[in-house]
């Protein structure tokens, strides 16, 4: 009887723990779903400020800037004029998803100028802007939206043979250190004088800690000694 008992007892443990594993796992699939969810709310929900979508805003960006001079475009001009108005005054009473929309619209605005976004357009300080703006505030959907953002805007300027560097840079602030090795070795060559900063930089920091290579202080003075004439840089090992 009492091995009976114990075998009952056993079962029951093994059957609660089974259903709250289960139970977790329809939690985690539930956050899964919801999150899915949100994103494509805010690809189509129109704005609590503008009464508009992002896509509705770029429409009348492009009809704005096509059409300036017809009647419908100048239409188009303000009510475009109007909703930024709206947006901006929010943003500016600090309410982070207003910032977030403006971010938004000016991530996306290459679909009205027909190309892409580089780290050195008007464009790109625009969405760092206002999605830095809105991350701060506390919006993390903001916070993830301009590392995606970066990351796109940095592998179009090496794509485009702007320099791969500030990718690198990305790379490493984001932890992955492999990714950046290959573009910051490839932007800083220790073998020639062109002094690329920032990469000899991030590189010197990444032999000298070990981070994603072999610790190697020779190497981080190379890339180190690349920066020393340049005010920005502090040289961590007191090595300038």
């Not at 004029?81 to 910032?99: H, I």
């Not at 000016?106 to 991350?135: D, N, P, R, T």
């Not at 020393?228 to 502090?234: A, G, H, I, L, P």
Request: glycine residues 8%; aromatic residues 14%.
């Amino acid at each position: 009887m009492q091995n009976k008992n114990s075998l009952i007892l056993g079962f029951a443990r093994f059957a609660t723990f089974g259903f709250a594993i289960l139970g977790f796992i329809g939690f985690i699939g539930f956050a899964i779903f919801a999150y899915a969810d949100n994103i494509n709310d805010d690809a189509t929900q129109k704005s609590a400020y503008t009464g508009k979508t992002i896509d509705e805003l770029l429409k009348l960006e492009s009809q704005c800037r096509n059409d300036e001079t017809l009647p419908n475009g100048k239409e188009a001009c303000d009510e475009r004029d109007e909703a930024f108005e709206k947006l901006e005054r929010a943003c500016e009473a600090d309410e982070a998803q207003a910032c977030f929309e403006l971010g938004a619209f000016w991530a996306q605005s290459h679909k009205v100028y027909g190309f892409e976004i580089s780290s050195g357009s008007m464009q790109f300080e625009l969405v760092e802007k206002y999605h830095s703006k809105a991350c701060y505030l506390g919006l993390q959907k903001a916070c993830e939206a301009q590392d995606d953002f970066y990351e796109k805007a940095f592998i179009n300027d090496c794509k485009n043979n702007m320099g791969c560097g500030k990718l690198g840079v990305f790379y490493y602030y984001k932890g992955d250190y492999d990714k950046a090795r290959g573009y910051l070795e490839g932007d800083c060559d220790l073998e020639s004088d062109i002094d690329e900063n920032e990469s000899c930089y991030v590189l010197g920091r990444m032999f000298a800690r070990g981070l994603g290579v072999p610790k190697n202080l020779s190497k981080a003075e190379l890339a180190w000694d690349k920066v020393c004439n340049d005010d920005s840089y502090t040289r961590e090992e007191d090595y300038c």
